[in-house]
């Protein structure tokens, strides 16, 4: 099963409505099972955009996105995703927050199986003793971590995330890391992780490969840097090694060259 991204192009009208305003031009990679991507590249270069396309959530100029051979043309259980913004519903608990998701997105379910994912999955990230709570009694993180619990809830098999730590201070930010990466390689059904990301800390740090995005007007796609680093990553220890300073160098590079020629432009 892959997530295929093939020569997708993806426009928004301009001053003419014959001259659209390219966002993604020719962007093509694949995402294989077991594997963690990231989309990284400065704001305005179509990251969200193609998660978007990813997702189903918006169509393609050019091009197509397959996932196991089947063209992804709208939103589908099987493509879950989680947005920077909490996104939950106020007047449920954490728990029914879960269970109303998982039992619209999975129909053919019995109650008890739906019970089984939600609490499997805020067990997983640290809240079944909160579950009974509603969003505006916990903090932002907790909130957070209940709308990647849900997202992994539904079985996916592809996650999609849009800066899911964005919001978030940094001792929450790395705590949610490794449990997201935690119950993607222990808990869950997922196969594939593609996220959007600004962090070039949490690219390295998570990823198993980097695809960097320019800004226009030349192909989107700058270069995709694989992450030689085995998993389990230790955030302590993974910072010194030279494999995670040569991504580093690598992504800095690339923005920083992307930087100045958006400025002459």
């Given at each position: 099963m892959s997530l295929v991204i093939d020569?997708?192009?993806?426009?928004?009208?301009?001053?003419?409505?014959?001259?659209?305003?390219?966002?993604?031009?020719?962007?093509?990679f694949t995402v294989e099972p077991g594997e963690f991507v990231s989309l990284i590249g400065h704001s305005g270069c179509g990251k969200s955009t193609l998660l978007n396309v990813v997702g189903g959530l918006t169509t393609c100029?050019?091009?197509?996105?397959?996932?196991?051979?089947?063209?992804?043309g709208s939103p589908h259980p099987d493509r879950s995703?989680?947005?920077?913004?909490y996104s939950l519903l106020p007047r449920l608990s954490l728990a029914r927050n879960i269970a109303v998701a998982v039992?619209?997105?999975r129909r053919e379910w019995s109650r008890d199986r739906v019970h089984t994912a939600v609490e499997r999955y805020l067990t997983g990230v640290g809240l079944w003793a909160a579950r009974d709570k509603k969003p505006h009694e916990v903090s932002g993180g907790m909130q957070q971590r209940c709308a990647v619990a849900r997202a992994f809830a539904v079985e996916p098999r592809a996650l999609l995330l849009d800066e899911p730590f964005g919001a978030?201070?940094?001792?929450?930010?790395?705590?949610?890391?490794?449990?997201?990466?935690?119950l993607w390689t222990s808990e869950s059904e997922t196969e594939i992780v593609l996220m959007v990301t600004h962090g070039i800390d949490e690219?390295?740090?998570l990823s198993d490969r980097i695809?960097?995005?320019r800004n226009p007007p030349g192909a989107s796609v700058a270069d995709i840097i694989p992450v030689a680093l085995d998993r389990p990553r230790d955030r302590v220890s993974v910072v010194d090694k030279?494999?995670?300073?040569?991504?580093?160098?690598?992504?800095?590079?690339?923005?920083?060259?992307?930087?100045r020629e958006a400025d002459a432009a």
């Open positions: 020569q997708v192009w993806k426009g928004f009208p301009g001053r003419r409505s014959d001259d659209p305003q390219w966002v993604l031009r020719d962007v093509s100029d050019g091009g197509q996105v397959t996932l196991d051979d089947e063209v992804v995703m989680v947005f920077q913004d039992a619209a997105a978030l201070d940094a001792l929450t930010r790395a705590r949610l890391q490794t449990q997201l990466v935690d690219a390295t740090l695809v960097v995005l030279p494999e995670f300073r040569h991504v580093q160098e690598r992504l800095l590079a690339l923005l920083d060259r992307d930087g």
